[in-house]
């Protein structure tokens, strides 16, 4: 009775998972896909289905879901959210492909590039990377930043011929740190409903505090690159001899600015559209069909559109070479979905072995100071299970009656800003979104341990100190 306890404590299948996933990979050289599928199937099999259940329930499922879930076979339960995984980042990833190897093939990448470098000069450009994830992260998921600006990083690499990793961390800073402090961003817009913060002052504070975590992050990058310089790989999506072509071309042979811009600026401007209009009546037909248009989805996929376009014009490629090209950009997107999605699954296994719902208990009578309890919470939940959202949703679920009945000396901005901190720390192998840093940027498993986790846990803790300080100073109460 002792033992079967102790296998189907969460924090025994959480350990067991670790060791199975990060072993697997680093230490047996696994796959990826497959470690993680088998760090799923572990987990499942450990998890018992009432847990299962009661932790649908606190979701929200309906008793009968949530019935219906727990009864399911393992191997449903694992097809089921690598499904969901796939669902929401496949098409995405796609079309990311697409874009990036039609903006490197066509030279609209080495455009964009080039004028930037006029823009801002070499040695500001990786600021200019990091300024510009950051603000095009706030209306625009994450993973969409990266499959945005990740072919401009390999571009830019080829032109100066160094700091591959430091415009890879760049846009990784601050594209996630929009993500779990500043609105729409789900973790963040949640949140805000949660502990009853105007959305307004949301955003305003979430902008401030990700412009110092970045700055902590940028820092980072530049020793990082110092000490760890990472060449630019060859990969089938974006060949170093396609690269180098590119950059040898004369400005008369490359696209205009303009057509260059399009693929990446027809997505961001359709999703920030649909963002600003969210809140107005769908009755309007222009927004019907702004709405229909600015789903991420239907978004990127037509900046792939723009993208083959840009291909066609520059080339003048024939429809059996356009085939071929298209198929070559969906082959590297393949391997890319399939660990990005069984790394999903692995973390939804994590979900459903109760360990949000353990750490909330043991921490919910701990008498500590409020903020730094928040940040704990919300990066222990993060670390566990993979998902800034849910750490950032599970977190606030728990302190939002201390925000809001809980006569606290400071405004219940400061405790939303300390778990969206917190949500930073650790990035690993459970977190689709490792995944998709890794393959789209080639940097190996290893590499982005040393690099990006780290990373993330000081801008995480520096956005803390921010908070804790202004707090003291800037209580926003009467």
Not at 15 to 31: F, M, N, Q, R, Y
Not at 89 to 100: E, F, H, Q, T, V
Not at 256 to 284: D, E, G, K, R
Request: charged residues 10%; hydrophobic residues 55%; aromatic residues 6%.
């Amino acid at each position: 009775m002792i033992a079967t306890s102790f296998i189907s404590d969460p924090f025994s299948i959480l350990l067991a998972g670790i060791v199975i996933v990060v072993g697997g990979i680093i230490g047996l050289k696994l796959h990826p896909f497959l470690a993680l599928l088998l760090g799923a199937l572990v987990v499942a099999i450990m998890t018992p289905g009432s847990v299962i259940e009661h932790d649908a329930l606190a979701k929200g499922a309906t008793p009968a879901a949530a019935h219906q879930l727990a009864t399911r076979s393992i191997g449903e339960r694992i097809a089921l959210e690598f499904g969901n995984t796939c669902g929401k980042l496949g098409i995405l990833i796609a079309m990311a492909a697409i874009i990036g190897k039609c903006m490197l093939e066509s030279g609209g990448a080495e455009r964009i590039v080039r004028s930037l470098l006029k823009l801002t000069g070499i040695d500001k450009a990786p600021l200019a990377f990091l300024a510009g994830s950051f603000f095009i992260g706030i209306p625009v998921f994450f993973d969409t930043v990266l499959f945005l600006m990740i072919p401009l990083a390999k571009a830019m690499t080829m032109r100066i011929g160094k700091n591959y990793l430091l415009f890879v961390l760049a846009i990784m800073a601050g594209a996630s740190m929009a993500n779990s402090l500043v609105p729409p961003a789900p973790g963040p817009l949640f949140l805000t409903g949660e502990m009853q913060i105007p959305i307004g002052m949301m955003m305003m504070g979430g902008f401030l505090l990700g412009l110092l975590t970045i700055l902590a992050g940028y820092l980072f990058a530049l020793y990082a690159n110092r000490k760890w310089p990472i060449p630019l790989r060859d990969s089938l999506d974006a060949r170093l001899e396609d690269i180098r072509s590119a950059s040898i071309k004369t400005d008369a042979q490359l696209p205009p600015l303009w057509l260059s811009l399009l693929p990446v600026m027809i997505p961001l401007v359709l999703i920030c559209a649909n963002t600003a209009l969210a809140s107005f009546s769908s009755a309007h037909a222009v927004t019907r069909l702004i709405a229909f248009l600015g789903d991420k989805y239907i978004a990127l996929a037509a900046g792939g559109a723009a993208a083959l376009i840009l291909l066609v014009r520059q080339k003048k490629t024939d429809r059996e070479g356009m085939t071929t090209f298209v198929q070559t950009a969906l082959m590297s997107a393949g391997a890319i979905i399939l660990i990005t999605a069984a790394g999903g699954t692995f973390g939804g296994m994590l979900q459903q072995s109760g360990i949000s719902a353990r750490i909330a208990g043991m921490t919910k009578d701990y008498q500590m100071t409020l903020l730094p309890l928040a940040f704990l919470i919300a990066a222990v939940v993060r670390t566990a299970q993979g998902s800034a959202t849910v750490a950032v949703i599970t977190a606030s679920g728990m302190l939002s009656g201390m925000a809001t009945h809980g006569h606290l000396a400071y405004h219940p901005l400061y405790l939303g800003l300390a778990v969206g901190c917190g949500a930073k720390l650790v990035p690993w192998m459970n977190d689709a979104g490792f995944w998709v840093v890794c393959k789209i940027s080639n940097l190996t498993e290893r590499e982005a341990l040393k690099t990006i986790s780290p990373m993330q846990t000081i801008m995480g803790i520096t956005g803390l100190i921010g908070v804790l300080i202004a707090a003291r100073i800037l209580p926003l109460v009467g």
